[in-house]
């Protein structure tokens, strides 16, 4: 069943239009999945292509507070800023790769008087000390370097080599308190192909990932949808590796 016609009144003409072509009921594959929410997308921009994808966990439980990182095959469509924060003698390497800002204290005197225009930052481990008063600020916006994404890197590391996967489309994710892992699979100028490649990557790496002392339905539901388009319901068996 489509969606009922009292519940888009007093919307846009376009959202009601989009919401008249999504089956609520209906579970579709990646392929058709990612067709559809470039079809009924409203945005007039290049929108983000979002997976919401909710799993059987207990985020309370270490072992089930899941993070990490993903290389999509092709890339998050979106050039992220990267901030460095490292030693002078590493500068050089963190510029070459791409960075977008390099350097140490000037940044940490910045970021404490409010300056964020980074959506990465990646560290070097002997000075995550000097972040540790900024954690109020960068912790709720999942600023915070963390060796399980990758982003604290220690002085045997290649930071250049952090900052590469990055900018090639290394992204980070961790579930939610509710269960529920947010995470970009690309833009809305993708092909239905390549979001759907950039989405199996995900739900393979998930599935992977599931911790043995989690129980019952391990991915409940998964749902994707365009900044600002209706939601779209895949087949959980999308997640199956095969």
Not at 213 to 237: E, H, L, N, Q, W
Request: proline share 5%; aromatic share 4%; charged share 30%.
């Amino acid at each position: 069943m489509y969606v009922n016609e009292k519940k888009i009144m007093g919307i846009s003409k376009k959202r009601a239009e989009a919401l008249k072509k999504v089956d609520a009921e209906k579970v579709y594959s990646l392929e058709e999945a990612m067709g559809l929410v470039k079809e009924v997308n409203i945005a007039k921009f290049d929108a983000s292509v979002d997976l919401h994808i909710r799993l059987g966990v207990d985020p309370r439980k270490a072992d089930q507070n899941l993070r990490g990182t993903i290389s999509l095959p092709h890339g998050t469509g979106k050039d992220k800023k990267v901030l460095v924060l490292c030693s002078p003698d590493k500068e050089e390497e963190a510029k070459a790769a791409g960075a977008d800002f390099v350097g140490l204290d000037e940044y940490l005197q910045k970021m404490q008087g409010g300056w964020l225009e980074m959506d990465v930052i990646v560290a070097m481990a002997s000075v995550m000390p000097k972040l540790g008063r900024l954690g109020r600020v960068l912790g709720p916006r999942g600023l915070m370097p963390n060796p399980k994404s990758g982003t604290v890197v220690r002085q045997d590391q290649s930071i250049g080599d952090a900052v590469t996967a990055i900018k090639k489309g290394k992204t980070s994710f961790r579930v939610d308190k509710y269960g529920i892992v947010h995470t970009s699979v690309g833009r809305v100028s993708f092909t239905p192909e390549k979001l759907a490649d950039n989405a199996r990557e995900v739900l393979t790496t998930l599935q992977k990932m599931k911790p043995s002392s989690a129980k019952g339905i391990y991915m409940k539901s998964i749902f994707t949808a365009s900044t600002m388009s209706p939601s779209v319901k895949i087949d959980p068996k999308a997640a199956v590796i095969k």
